[in-house]
């Protein structure tokens, strides 16, 4: 009793994976939609608008959108060289120092909320030098929240730089040094536009999870409203005294999040990627 | 611009030695096995590897001193360099990407381009300036990657394997450029290769790398002719025979007739043939080989597993039989032997010097 495939499909069935697969996958696809559904489900549509522009949701959401920024564009600026440490300089201890940078990675965000408490609050490691010095405080304060933000989400950024310059031929870059160019011009000119995919897939991943920080947030630069209080804190907090403002304020946090991991599939992480970019 | 090379590099489980000379203008040819050390020899002149021992001299100012501790950036040595495989800015066009030189040592834009298009409309290359460089043809990539190189007018040009994962076609066609060149601006050039042809095409001398070492230097046609070594022999250990190509078959000037594969481009040439490619007889062979000579036997060069035959006749050829076959031929020097060579093994390339 065989059957002939003809035509078009005919070899669909061996790239089509077995049945059990696809049914546990399909279960496992459900385990991610389900909650966004139900978040969905449960939205006030008809007071969304005025909930989400009620003052103290704008408030937050300028804040968030700033500080997540700020925090971006200081990712950029001390992860790139960071990433390009790590990346060429065989120094001793370099695993160490990889770690450690990597390491909030992994960490519970409230414990780095409250490493950097250690170090740059009031009786911290710096915090004193600070205030006297600059006369700044940092803990409870807007630069606070860019700092937990920045400490959180830079080793995303220097993740991804890093895999793309290791992936980068050097060749390139020799020859660019014996056309004349310093290192500094051969960085600019070369190395630079060949990372540029990767550095703009870093730090749109470093901005989405600055957006989405809470643990360290809410440890080190607490809750004060227009101050301190980001989107993920007011969610949580309306939780308890306005429900539909978290449901509404997280939909509009998925959307972000959403948008942003359909751009990097589409632009940055395609699957016909067109340079040795992040692996 | 002259170069004197006098060093040694360490590196981790290899140690290259170099003693080298190039006077003004003089074309040498570096060739050796991979792994033999012509690219560290190379990045060490253009000043991307350090040396550990000894010095390195352009124009007999020291660009590079172990003991004096002094060194010269790439980017101050004024070498231009043509890397193997393309190392173009994929991100730049063409045209930027010959015009980097220059703009990297601070000319004017407009200059630049205009100077980088002189350079491609030199090389025939004007049509692709706008083009990104995944688009070209490993040929035009090669031939741009030299466009570049030169377009700061450097004093020593050094090509990393020019022509090698080319096609024949593109292999002669940079051949062709890098000869023109020769001949409008003679520019202090080191060729690394491991293709004997590049050299022949090219070069002025040879030096032969192993394991780290020059183990034979000389002119080409010495070096073919008495290679050293069993190695030497069989990457340049060639015989080479220059004349003319017409309907599939070269001429010498001689007049001695070798037949060439039939797809060979006409014109002066050089044919090429390996001497395990050459079989002798004692008596005129019949069959399939339509090259067949008459020759004398100038010397015998005897080693447990081979053994290689001097010829001298209408084309001169080195032969090189197994034991077994010279014993079974009784061959002794100054016999009389038939020599013969199928058109099959015959390689054509075009003789670019003529």
């Known amino acids: 009793m065989t059957r002939l495939r003809i035509g078009r499909n005919r070899s669909a069935g061996l790239q089509r994976p077995p049945a059990a697969i696809l049914a546990i996958a399909a279960i496992a696809i459900a385990f991610f939609a389900l909650p966004f559904i139900g978040l969905l489900w449960r ?40 990433a390009w440490v790590l990346a060429r300089y065989g120094f001793p201890g370099r695993r160490i120092v990889r770690a450690l940078c990597l390491l909030s990675l992994v960490l519970p965000p409230v414990v780095g909320g409250v490493a950097l408490f250690a170090a740059y609050g009031r009786r911290g490691l710096l915090g004193d030098s600070l205030f006297d010095w600059f006369g700044m ?29 290791r992936g980068l031929d050097r060749r390139t870059e020799d020859a660019a040094r014996t056309l004349g160019a310093s290192r500094w011009y051969a960085f600019r000119r070369v190395t630079l536009p060949a990372i540029r995919p990767a550095l703009i897939a870093g730090a749109v991943m470093a901005w989405a999870r600055a957006l989405g920080e809470f643990g360290a947030t809410i440890t080190f630069a607490g809750n004060f409203p227009g101050r301190t209080q980001t989107m993920p804190l007011s969610v949580y907090l309306a939780l308890e005294s306005n429900p539909g403002q978290a449901l509404v304020l997280s939909v509009v946090m998925i959307a972000i999040s959403f948008g942003v991991l359909l751009s990097l599939r589409d632009q940055w992480l395609g699957g016909s990627s067109t340079s040795g970019g992040s692996r | 611009m002259s170069i004197n090379a006098q060093f040694d590099i360490q590196l981790p489980e290899f140690h290259l030695a170099i003693e ?104 025939s290359l004007e049509q692709f300036a706008q083009r990104r460089p995944a688009s070209l043809s490993g040929g035009q990539a090669q031939r741009v990657a030299l466009a570049r190189a030169l ?138 080989a339509r090259n067949a000579w008459k020759m004398t036997i100038s010397d015998l060069d005897r080693h447990p597993e081979r053994v290689r035959a001097r010829l001298n006749g209408p084309i001169p050829l080195l032969a090189e039989l197994t034991p077994t076959g010279a014993e079974a031929l009784a061959l002794n020097v100054g016999d009389d032997i038939w020599a013969s060579v199928k058109a099959s093994e015959v390689t054509v390339t075009p003789d670019l010097g003529s």
């Open chain 1, 137 to 165: 405080r940092l803990p409870f304060s807007t630069a606070g929240v860019v700092l937990a933000q920045t400490f959180i989400a830079m080793p995303f950024l220097v993740l991804t730089v890093e895999a793309a310059l």
């Open chain 2, 20 to 123: 080298l000379a190039l006077a003004e203008g003089e074309v040498l040819a570096v060739l050796g096995p991979n792994g033999s050390g012509k690219s560290t020899l190379l990045r060490a002149l253009c000043g991307l590897q350090p040396v550990d021992n000894g010095k390195i001299l352009l124009n007999n100012i020291v660009v590079d001193d172990a003991e004096l501790a002094t060194f010269v950036l790439p980017e101050q040595r004024h070498i231009g360099v043509m890397f193997q495989n393309s190392t173009l800015f994929e991100n730049l066009s063409v045209l930027e990407n010959v015009a980097f030189g220059l703009r990297a040592r601070g000319t004017k834009r407009v200059v630049a381009r205009a100077n980088a298009t002189e350079w491609l409309e030199r090389f």
């Open chain 2, 151 to 288: 377009a700061t007018n450097p004093d020593v040009l050094l090509l990393d394997e020019p022509t090698s994962a080319l096609d024949v076609r593109a292999k002669a066609e940079i051949r062709r450029d890098l000869l023109r060149l020769r001949q409008q601006r003679p520019v202090t050039t080191l060729i690394v290769t491991h293709d004997p042809l590049d050299a022949f095409a090219l070069a002025d001398r040879v030096i032969v790398l192993e394991e780290g070492r020059i183990v034979q230097s000389g002119p080409l046609d010495e070096v073919a002719s008495h290679p050293r070594s069993r190695h030497i022999a069989d990457m340049v250990g060639l015989s080479l025979v220059r004349g003319e190509v017409r309907d599939g078959a070269l001429t010498t000037a001689s007049g001695a007739r070798l037949v060439v594969p039939a797809d060979s481009p006409s014109g002066p040439s050089v044919a090429s043939i390996r001497p395990a490619a050459v079989s002798l007889h004692r008596a005129e062979p019949e069959g399939s």
């Open chain 1, 43 to 82: 939205v006030p549509w008809g007071d969304a608008w005025s909930l989400l522009t009620t003052p103290s949701s704008l408030t937050a959401l300028r804040l968030s959108i700033e500080t997540s920024l700020w925090a971006t564009a200081l990712s950029i600026v001390f992860g790139v060289p960071l």
